[in-house]
């Protein structure tokens, strides 16, 4: 009876690690799944139309909002350098550390200014467009910056406009 016992308890041991290594192979492949990780896009090209939207005039500033968050502003002067008219644009903020590494990319709307009494307001392109040769002051506002970013300027570069 003990040997029948002894027998049982060794077979289960025998089948005890082949579990264990498909349970942590499952495990691994639904996190691989699941957590795919972040895959770094290619840049993609800008609309042809991006080369006629010029960025002038960049200056930053942070303000606290009414909750005691720190703001963010990019601000400027937007030109329409081409034939139609600007309805949309949208731009790509790339910030970097002291060792000149991406550490965030945000991806913003350009907001131009609609009027500036009794204060400020700006209003997207759609509801206040750019006119082939004209151009507004602009505003794009960031609510985080990464605590590791250098300070510095961020790249901006336009990645998607629209016309009509």
């Given at each position: 009876?003990?040997?029948?016992?002894?027998?049982q308890a060794t077979e289960k041991r025998k089948w005890f690690p082949i579990v264990a290594a498909i349970c942590l192979l499952a495990a691994a492949l639904a996190a691989i799944l699941v957590f795919p990780g972040d895959k770094a896009k290619p840049p993609s090209a800008p609309p042809?139309?991006?080369?006629n939207v010029k960025l002038t005039n960049v200056h930053m500033m942070t303000a606290e909002n009414f909750i005691g968050s720190s703001i963010t502003y990019i601000e400027g002067t937007v030109a329409n350098a081409g034939d139609k008219s600007l309805t949309g644009a949208t731009v790509e903020l790339t910030f970097k550390n002291s060792l000149n590494q991406i550490v965030q990319t945000e991806d913003a709307p350009v907001r131009v200014l609609r009027s500036s009494e009794p204060y400020r307001d700006f209003a997207n392109l759609l509801d206040l467009p750019l006119a082939a040769g004209q151009?507004?002051?602009?505003?794009?506002?960031?609510?985080?910056?990464?605590a590791d970013w250098n300070h510095q300027y961020p790249d901006i570069r336009v990645i998607d406009v629209s016309t009509k």
């Open positions: 009876m003990d040997g029948l016992l002894h027998s042809a139309y991006a080369a151009s507004r002051e602009f505003r794009l506002s960031l609510e985080h910056i990464s």
